[in-house]
């Protein structure tokens, strides 16, 4: 009788560990896309202020906003203690989506709100496919 309550006991842990695992990865991806809009709505006005014609091309603006992005999901990541190369890997599933699309919208396939558009949903399977290549990193 002591194998089986201990065997539940395991099994028990385990299962309480895993979900304890899955919802702190979950937790910190929604943390990373709060602090990525953060970046864009603070930093946004700050380039319009500043260099207001420097988003005026469609091009230019999704490579701007991906890295108003960057720098608030950078800086969350830091403050959560990162090292450099994983905010250089999440930053680079900031811009590697938009980077694919100006070659459609370069060409005329695509027009400004689409590449907008979509550059921002790739983003998010971009970003978790970078937090399953390290798992333990992001569900502690």
């Known amino acids: 009788?002591?194998?089986?309550?201990?065997?539940?006991?395991?099994?028990?842990?385990?299962?309480?560990?895993?979900?304890?695992?899955?919802?702190?990865?979950?937790?910190?991806?929604?943390?990373?896309?709060?602090?990525?809009?953060?970046?864009?709505?603070?930093?946004?006005?700050?380039?319009?202020?500043?260099?207001?014609s420097l988003t005026a091309r469609a091009d230019v603006g999704v490579m701007v906003m991906a890295t108003n992005m960057a720098i608030g999901m950078g800086a969350w990541m830091r403050f959560r203690r990162h090292s450099w190369r994983s905010i250089a890997e999440m930053s680079a599933a900031m811009y590697v989506p938009f980077l694919v699309l100006l070659v459609p919208f370069w060409a005329g396939a695509m027009g400004e709100h689409a590449m907008m558009t979509w550059g921002h949903v790739l983003m998010l399977p971009a970003m978790a496919a970078v937090m399953l290549l390290r798992p333990a990193e992001y569900a502690h």
């Open 1 to 52: 009788m002591t194998t089986d309550i201990r065997t539940h006991s395991h099994a028990r842990t385990r299962s309480h560990s895993r979900s304890h695992r899955v919802r702190h990865f979950l937790r910190h991806y929604v943390e990373m896309v709060v602090a990525m809009i953060a970046g864009m709505m603070v930093l946004g006005p700050v380039v319009d202020l500043v260099w207001p």
